[in-house]
């Protein structure tokens, strides 16, 4: 298939689009080619999607397989795969169920709404409040979306869902000021994806635990971007010691194709009536019988064991960098979900991953000065290595 230049200078997709883009043909192991045929190692991975990289002859298989036998049914009735891999998720925590969905956005949306739902058959009305944090990201649909603190992706589109309280990430002392009764939940990134990489402290998630405990209020995990083996244990809560009573991910889970879980304990589900929550597309057959093989590979500990020795090469790589450039800053993240500061003007730092792209290297932005290193997890070391060595050639280059 091909598309003309006109085409690809003018785009029939939405302006909130970016309008240079490149067009990508295809992808082997952990590399990217673009219709032109240039090749780029890829420290970006679909934003943190595509965890086993590209061309999975395992994942193919799986899904081909499906899609001979059936593609859709609706949850009016139930498959083998997807019953099956609820299975598996719920024995990854202290989980009762699985609603699954398409998308980040929407695992969090059904987060928001169990954690409703529980609060006012637990405590009754005007218990609804939630609370996020500056700086998170969970979305772009209309709760996830309020619970999104950052005004650009705010503002246009208000009025936002009520009873949204914001506070500081990592705030410990604050918390317990502002959180009582009248909150249903908490909802939470354990490194703060697209706001610059923060990682939650082990104080902070300590006091989440306790205070949602003492007023019974749901603590949502979003773990969308973090969960499942990329920060280099299984979930990213457990490297800071959180309790999480829901669980939401999506990325990584159906090697590309768009499925979400959101993952909910006992006490939520026992008070669920039929027809209160629904889906068409999501936990569809295909989908989640790829996520069975994804699922297989990614919990293995030994692999996990792998994305944290990984992790820790990659965090030495680029500290070694910021040491030799006075314009870099902190390198921030965890496992496979890392960054680096760097602090220039913003029209130098929009420089950065056109220059990358240019040398071969794909890599991502997060927040304002943060430059987002989230490959494929089976990347390997010397991949890791050659990767940094091109991103210090752009810095070079500033
Ligand atoms: N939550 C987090 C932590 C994310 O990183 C994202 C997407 O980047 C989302 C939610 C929203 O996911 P989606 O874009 O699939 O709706």
Not at 145 to 158: A, E, I, N, V
Not at 162 to 172: E, H, L, Q
Request: charged share 20%; glycine share 12%.
């Amino acid at each position: 298939m091909s598309i003309s230049d006109a085409m690809i200078k003018n785009p029939p997709l939405p302006k909130n689009f970016a309008p240079e883009f490149l067009v990508i043909d295809k992808g082997e192991g952990i590399h990217l080619f673009d219709t032109a045929g240039n090749k780029y190692l890829d420290f970006g991975a679909g934003i943190a999607v595509n965890a086993l990289g590209y061309g999975r002859e395992d994942l193919i298989q799986a899904g081909y397989n499906q899609m001979k036998k059936l593609i859709h049914i609706s949850n009016l009735y139930a498959t083998a795969p997807q019953v099956e891999f609820a299975g598996k998720l719920i024995s990854s925590g202290n989980f009762s169920a699985v609603h699954f969905g398409n998308s980040g956005s929407e695992a969090n949306e059904s987060a928001i709404k169990y954690a409703r739902l529980y609060s006012l058959r637990t405590k009754g009305p005007h218990h609804h409040k939630i609370l996020c944090f500056n700086n998170a990201f969970h979305g772009r649909t209309m709760g996830a979306l309020s619970c999104t603190p950052t005004p650009k992706y705010q503002d246009p589109f208000g009025p936002l869902i009520p009873g949204i309280v914001t506070a500081d990430f990592n705030d410990t002392k604050g918390l317990s000021d502002i959180l009582d009764e009248s909150f249903a939940a908490v909802i939470v990134e354990v490194i703060q994806g697209e706001g610059g990489l923060a990682r939650m402290t082990n104080s902070f998630a300590g006091e989440l635990n306790t205070l949602c405990k003492k007023h019974n209020i749901i603590l949502i995990a979003d773990e969308i971007q973090t969960g499942i083996a990329r920060t280099g244990t299984l979930y990213a809560s457990q490297g800071v010691g959180l309790n999480p009573d829901i669980i939401t991910l999506a990325k990584p889970l159906a090697g590309g194709l768009p499925l979400s879980a959101t993952l909910i304990p006992g006490k939520i589900n026992d008070l669920l009536h039929v027809g209160e929550h629904g889906t068409t597309f999501g936990g569809g057959p295909v989908t989640t019988a790829v996520g069975l093989v994804v699922w297989k590979i990614l919990t293995d500990p030994a692999f996990i064991k792998e994305v944290e020795k990984k992790g820790e090469l990659l965090a030495k790589e680029l500290t070694a960098l910021s040491g030799r450039y006075s314009f870099l800053g902190a390198v921030k993240g965890k496992g496979l979900l890392a960054g680096i500061e760097v602090n220039v003007e913003d029209e130098t730092f929009s420089k950065i991953i056109p220059s990358a792209m240019e040398k071969g290297l794909l890599v991502l932005r997060s927040g304002k000065n943060t430059i987002r290193i989230a490959p494929p997890l089976v990347i390997t070391q010397d991949d890791l290595v050659n990767g940094c060595a091109i991103l210090e050639q752009v810095f070079k280059e500033l």
